[in-house]
């Protein structure tokens, strides 16, 4: 089983439209989750962090749910520029910083 | 603000050469890290730093090489290039105290022929 799961996609869905994205991690020790951003060619960039059950930032939520380790992102509104891959981010727990990245899920936003 | 900055951002090797992907960071960050894209592979993680003088092993550091004299600069070494180390490699950097957010450098494309 990946540490990081997620669903690559595509989601091709059009401009105003509603999509989640889920993400399951295999660590139940994680205490830190992201969702990174990525556009064609470019790195990485952070969306958002989630350290509690979940936190909003403007059309964007996230939610964590602990128990069945599973991460979810949502985007209201969809807009052209939100086309990208969205990539979920789970610190591996312990002492050091590191993130084990999933795979990513790619969207695609029609007008 | 320059962040995190890599160079060079495109290169093509011979296989068997050697060559020095330098990343640098203005951020005053403890942690850094090398990874490397492939296609459906996702962000693999070659090497980490968490401070100065001190680097360890990712998942996938064979024939990579790095060193931390200082806190701003984390080179990686390809000591003899082979095709199988055509990839994007990614630069990142995060502060410590709980916060591991990392932030990444524009990345250099690298070809082995």
């Known amino acids: 089983r990946k540490e990081v799961e997620q669903d690559p996609g595509p989601f091709n869905v059009p401009e105003g439209a509603t999509v989640a994205f889920n993400c399951t991690y295999s660590?139940?020790?994680?205490?830190?989750f992201f969702w990174y951003r990525q556009d064609c060619r470019k790195e990485p960039k952070l969306l958002m962090s989630v350290y509690s059950s979940g936190n909003e930032d403007g059309r964007f939520t996230a939610q964590l749910n602990r128990a069945s380790q599973y991460i979810s992102l949502l985007i209201r509104d969809s807009k052209l520029s939100d086309s990208a891959t969205y990539l979920c981010?789970?610190?591996?727990?312990?002492?050091?910083?590191?993130?084990?990245f999933g795979t990513g899920t790619l969207l695609a936003v029609q007008p | 603000n320059a962040g995190v900055t890599q160079t060079p951002k495109f290169q093509v090797l011979k296989t068997g050469q050697s060559m020095t992907l330098q990343c640098a960071q203005d951020m005053n960050h403890e942690y850094m890290s090398w990874y490397r894209q492939d296609p459906g592979m996702g962000l693999r993680l070659i090497h980490y730093s968490v401070g100065a003088g001190i680097t360890d092993q990712g998942e996938v550091p064979n024939g990579y090489n790095v060193s931390r004299s200082t806190t701003e600069d984390f080179p990686l070494r390809l000591l003899s290039a082979a095709p199988s180390q055509t990839s994007v490699y990614f630069c990142?950097?995060?502060?410590?105290?709980?916060?591991?957010?990392?932030?990444f450098g524009p990345g250099t494309r690298l070809t082995v022929l």
């Open positions: 660590n139940s020790a994680s205490q830190s």
């Open positions: 990142a950097s995060s502060g410590t105290g709980g916060r591991p957010e990392q932030f």
């Open positions: 981010v789970v610190a591996g727990g312990g002492a050091t910083n590191k993130l084990i």
